[in-house]
């Protein structure tokens, strides 16, 4: 039962790691009018998130299999816990960008950690890696909205948090030969491919985590346009009827 609660517990994490762009996506417009800045500047918020996750994953992988499993997830999860703190309480872009850089690479040493430790290249643990990531991206804009509707955009980074946190205690107290089979070079391509396809709605079948960084762009693009939209002036509104025209109006007075 407690390895079953621990394991629900670490997907739960992955899930909302690999969900996280379409989670944040719906609070972008709230972002952009509270902290008063550019549509390019708020898809930001987006794109460093998927770019540094994309970037940290192969070197966090290989760091995994030369120190421990177990230090890489409960390290990870712990920045993600407090980097979605700060992302909460961000009162400028600057702040809120170095939260999300900060995020991602801790939701990259998460990933890489539950990857192992559920054994998701087969079995149980692959169904369980999948289950997360579908289930992720299915209500992750539902949740994001839900959130945001109900509370603010601030409140999305909140929810994240005690999820990282807790998670991050499981990792650390996973038992040392339940990661002992998990080896480098064995889970990032699967975990890009879940990132790719979260970010950019492309699954692409490339071992390389690049692949998760261009597939990054349709998604900053698309954040971008939604909120171009927002400011875009209501093609409903009343137009103004031109002067009439001078000799017009002086013919219509002498036929009076």
Not at 57 to 75: H, Y
Not at 120 to 149: D, H, N
Not at 174 to 190: D, E, I, Q
């Amino acid at each position: 039962m407690r390895v079953r609660l621990r394991s629900g517990l670490l997907a739960l994490a992955a899930g909302v790691a690999l969900a996280d762009g379409s989670i944040v996506t719906l609070g972008l417009p709230q972002i952009l009018g509270d902290l008063n800045t550019t549509v390019e500047g708020v898809a930001a918020v987006i794109g460093v998130y998927t770019l540094v996750l994309a970037l940290a994953l192969l070197p966090l992988e290989r760091a995994a299999g030369r120190i421990s499993v177990r230090a890489i997830g409960a390290g990870g999860l712990a920045l993600m816990a407090a980097a979605s703190v700060l992302c909460a309480l961000s009162t400028d872009l600057t702040t809120l960008l170095a939260g999300r850089a900060l995020q991602a690479l801790g939701g990259a040493g998460g990933l890489i950690a539950v990857f192992a430790i559920l054994g998701g290249g087969e079995g149980t643990g692959r169904r369980m890696w999948a289950g997360a990531a579908v289930l992720g991206t299915a209500i992750g804009p539902a949740l994001g909205g839900v959130l945001t509707e109900l509370f603010s955009w601030q409140a999305i980074f909140v929810f994240q948090a005690p999820i990282a946190a807790v998670a991050g205690r499981s990792s650390a107290n996973v038992p040392r030969n339940a990661t002992s089979h998990c080896h480098a070079g064995a889970g990032a391509a699967p975990i890009s491919r879940s990132a790719a396809a979260e970010a950019g709605g492309m699954a692409t079948m490339s071992t390389k985590p690049h692949a998760a960084i261009a597939s990054s762009q349709p998604a900053y693009q698309r954040a971008g346009r939604a909120l171009a939209a927002t400011r875009a002036p209501s093609t409903n509104a009343p137009t103004a009827r031109p002067p009439k025209n001078a000799a017009t109006t002086a013919s219509t007075a002498a036929d009076s």
